[in-house]
């Protein structure tokens, strides 16, 4: 049984537009390279045809994981999601030692954005907090030492 990737809706929609312009606009252009490139003869020693076929590989390389991913994606809209648990697509706030107040929601490991409060549920802080609820303390190894924080808020947005 193939292991299924968690992502939000946007997340699904963000690799699948990707997925577009890969196919659409990128492959199109490496392979115009790749001809233009091989019209300047001898490709030994033609920097610019082995710079387009290294670019082409990673195009492709780059298709073929955003096609599996969305294969085995499970899609989650959070806003059909209620209570008071932590799991995938929570928005939860915490309070840490010093009385600071952040918010993060769970999401998909592509979707990850700490500047936008996003982390992936595969992040420390995600997995101490998944099946935690409101009120609970928990705590986090990072590389700095551990770090404590108490649950705020449990929120499906």
């Known amino acids: ?13 963000a690799l699948e537009a990707e ?11 490496v392979v115009q390279a790749i001809e ?3 019209a300047h003869g ?7 045809y082995h710079a387009a076929k290294e670019k082409q590989g990673h195009i492709e390389g780059r298709i073929l994981e955003i096609e599996g991913k969305l294969s085995r994606a499970q899609v989650i809209d ?9 799991v995938f697509g929570a928005t939860v706030t915490l309070i840490d030692e010093d009385d600071k107040t952040v918010k993060y929601q769970i999401v998909g490991a592509d979707e990850g954005d700490v ?7 595969q992040s420390p ?4 907090m998944i099946g935690k609820s409101t009120g609970a303390e928990i705590e986090v190894k990072t590389p700095g030492g551990e770090r404590y924080y108490e649950i705020e808020k449990v929120e499906y947005i």
Do not use: Q
């Open 1 to 13: 049984m193939t292991e299924k990737v968690p992502m939000l809706k946007a997340g699904h929609e």
């Open 19 to 29: 997925l577009k312009n890969l196919k659409s606009v990128e492959r199109p252009a």
């Open 36 to 38: 233009e490139a091989r």
């Open 42 to 48: 001898d490709l030994s020693e033609n920097a610019e």
């Open 78 to 86: 959070p806003s059909t999601l209620s209570g008071d648990r932590i």
């Open 115 to 121: 500047k936008e409060g996003r982390i992936s549920y």
């Open 125 to 128: 802080i995600a997995r101490a």
